[in-house]
Nanobody, 122 residues
Framework: QVQLVESGGGSVQAGGSLRLSCAGS????????MGWFREAPGKERDRVAF???????LYADFVKGRFTISRDNAKNTLYLQMNSLKTEDTAMYYC????????????????WGQGTQVTVSS
C-alpha cells in the first residue's frame, strides 16, 4: 500500500523559509517521479515542482529561484525547501507520486499525501 506523509508545514512571516518533507512507503520509491502541488482556499490545485527518477527538476514560474525540490532515495523522502516566502504562498501543500511523469505533471498522479498547511503572514 502506497503511503505519502508530509510534514514541515507551519506559520512563517513573509521572507522566511520552511522545508517540507514527504516520506514515501509501500512502493519502489526510486522508480517513481515525485512532485509538490498546492491548493489555496477558493483556488484550483497548482503544480509547484517536480523531480524525475533521474532527479531532473521542473518548477512552476511563480516559485522559480525561491523553492528547491530534492529527493533522498536512501530515505524514501522528498523535500521542498521554500525560501523568500510570500503571503501568496499560503496554501495546503501536497506531495504526489506516479511512475509516469506525464501523469504527475498533468495533475493526475496515482498517489497523494494528506497535505501540510503553510501559512505566510505579512
Amino acid at each position: 500500500q502506497v503511503q505519502l506523509v508530509e510534514s514541515g508545514g507551519g506559520s512563517v512571516q513573509a521572507g522566511g523559509s520552511l522545508r517540507l518533507s514527504c516520506a514515501g512507503s509501500g512502493y519502489a520509491y526510486s522508480n517513481y517521479c515525485m512532485g509538490w502541488f498546492r491548493e489555496a482556499p477558493g483556488k484550483e490545485r497548482d503544480r509547484v515542482a517536480f523531480i524525475g527518477r533521474d532527479s531532473s527538476t521542473l518548477y512552476a514560474d511563480f516559485v522559480k529561484g525561491r523553492f528547491t525540490i530534492s529527493r533522498d532515495n536512501a530515505k524514501n523522502t522528498l523535500y521542498l525547501q521554500m525560501n523568500s516566502l510570500k503571503t501568496e504562498d499560503t496554501a495546503m501543500y501536497y506531495c504526489a507520486t506516479d511512475p509516469d511523469p506525464v501523469s504527475l505533471w498533468s495533475g493526475s498522479p496515482h498517489y497523494w499525501g494528506q497535505g501540510t498547511q503553510v501559512t505566510v503572514s505579512s
